[in-house]
């Protein structure tokens, strides 16, 4: 008896307190607790606050993890996660918590990666954007919409004012905190957490023709959300993979939002149309709420993902606009397009405190174009693979503007993962067993009958040789031993 209690706290101690982790779901009393934990122990690097409260009057919490928080320093973006949108869907909220957590120990621990992180990225960690949806969903709920809606029964990733379409809905509370705390942050990437299946969701969910209608809704910046999408799919140890894991067949692990189904007033396509920010969507798993004992699995699954796409925050270029007498310009513009093929411009991005800038791109040489008022400047940047490229501007007499010389800052590369995986499709597999079984059935009855005409001629000569009844137990023990 004592040694199987003995073993039972064993198990427990592993699943619990692995790597400081506490794998259990946690309410929202257990949430604020375990966000103060982290704080206490990482007091140098963590800011705990709120950006308001719930209809229901629950804090809507952030940490912000970083050397130096709540500091701002010139060219170190800022990056975001929020989890739990959707009050039922919970996976988000406890893997931020335990993001957190893994942060905390590995900057006290020496690991040299989470420290460049840290040292680089203001990260910005809202575990629950709808902590009255939680408080009424329950564990085990995989695909019920209890707990969905916040308190007053509006779907959040409807609410959000949709740049195609308007809208009509009363924009809720907490719609209206993470639109003044993104507007008071400026954001260059970020990804929002949800589950029910197993993908990424890039822009646009919403159609450019009709609010109803499916169909790829393509952004000028749809190579880059395909690229970064990819790189938390391939970091995942199944999500890339072409099968439908959730019954949903998405190639790659990435779909369009309007392609698998349209929406309006998403907030990823929020985040795009009116911020400097990139986000993306992630359905984490099929489940919404699994049971607690799936956490330290999913946690595995998932955290090579998470630390991955943050790094991506360090792509493209970025600088800073500034008058002569250094200054910061904020509100210049900076496009850009193409230098070969599609001059489409891209998203505009703009300067921010400070007069920096960051625009994710994918290696490439580029037309940017700064403008400042009434005056421009284009300049070629040419962007190599593991390189973000400073370039930095100067107003002079407050209208010419001059570009600097470029620097080189390198980065370790993230693109992609894995080699890509050709989709393995249901039509690949069954043409390949059919194959296998048409082969096999033909060499099977070319053995049979070969054996039958083996049989019947050996037989015939013994009957002729011997005169004896036709016994074939007899015959074959006979021609057997004539074999050997
Ligand atoms: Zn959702």
Redesign the pocket.
Known sequence: MKEMLFKLWCVASIVSFANGIVFQHHNYVQMQDYLHKIHQRCQNITRLYSIGKSIRGRDLLVMEITEKPGVYVSLKPNFKYIGN??GN?VLGRELLLYLLDHLCDGYTNGDAEIIYLLQTIRIHIMPSMNPDGYEKAREGDCQGVGGRTNANNYDL?RNFPDYFHGTNQIIQKETDLVMKWIKQYPFVLSANF???ASVVNYPYDSSTTHPHIRGYSVSPDDDIFRSISKVYSYSHPDMFKGYPICNDPFTDGITNGAEWYPITGGMQDYNYMYTNAFEVLVEMACCKYPMAAKLPQLWQDHKRPLINYMRLVHSGVKGTVKLEDGSEVVGAKIDVSWSLGSPKKRKTITTTKGGDYYRILLKGVYDLTVTVGQNKLKTSIDIKEGQVLRQDFIVKNNQQIEALPPKIIKVKSVFPQRAPVKKTTFMHVSHSTTMAIIFGSVGLILVSLTGFVVFFYLKRRRDRMNGSPDDSKAFYVTSTESIY
């Open positions: 949108m959707h869907e990733n949800h589950g029910g």
